[in-house]
């Protein structure tokens, strides 16, 4: 996995100061993270994005005023390429889906692994999002249980090429690009391309919406 290659600035919106200290220690030791910024309600960190916009941000989705999916919908109205990773004890399908569905990059516990965090913002920084399993699970039973997550009409049916298909299939798996790359023996940047062509295609938004794309018309099991 490749590392940023200039410094990067993090965000981290949460109402727990401890929460966001102990968080801030673990960021700040990673070595091309030059500045953490802490805010514990939205106007703070609105104030701090208009400032200067942060790389990363790492959100809660529990805070007080306003709910995370309504506060990413905000900072991604104002700041479109802020890539926001939710860091939450909420697993249930219907919220890794719609924050997928929002333009979040990723989605994790908050009991996560230094390693899986430290993994997953390199990830972001680096290719744009950090699909895991679990992202694609929720998403295929979103697909397969309309009722809990409001869906919007998917285009029809294109015509994929068969290294489309297999890249469709290995993203909608959760692999990285990295992963991608090593198993179809071709270069990041033209699993890069494949999936740029694919969200082209498909007029999906993000990785999460070719997922959404890939289980309505039958393409992954």
Known sequence: MPTPTS?????????????RQGM?????????????????????LLATC????????????????????????LLLHEFPNLKIIVLSMFSADK??????KVGVRSYLPKDVDQEQLRHTIEE????????????SRALVRGVQHPERIPTTRQPDLVQ?????????????QGRTAADIAEQLFISRRTVEGHRQKLL??????????????????????
């Open 24 to 44: 801030r220690y673990i960021l700040q030791a990673l070595p091309y993270v030059e500045a953490v910024t802490e805010a514990a309600e939205l106007p703070e």
């Open 95 to 100: 919220y890794i889906s719609q924050m997928m």
């Open 50 to 73: 208009r400032q200067r916009l942060p790389d990363v941000l790492l959100l809660d989705l529990q805070m007080p005023n306003i709910d995370g999916p309504e506060a990413a919908r």
């Open 7 to 19: 410094p990067i600035h993090i965000a981290l919106l949460d109402d727990h100061q401890l929460f």
């Open 200 to 221: 082209e295609k498909t007029s999906a938004p993000n990785s999460a919406g070719l997922v959404v794309y890939a289980a309505r018309h039958g393409l992954i099991d």
């Open 124 to 135: 972001v920084v680096t290719t744009g999002y950090h699909f895991t399993p679990r992202i």
């Open 160 to 172: 994929l090429t068969a290294r489309e298909h297999e890249v469709l299939r290995l993203i909608c």
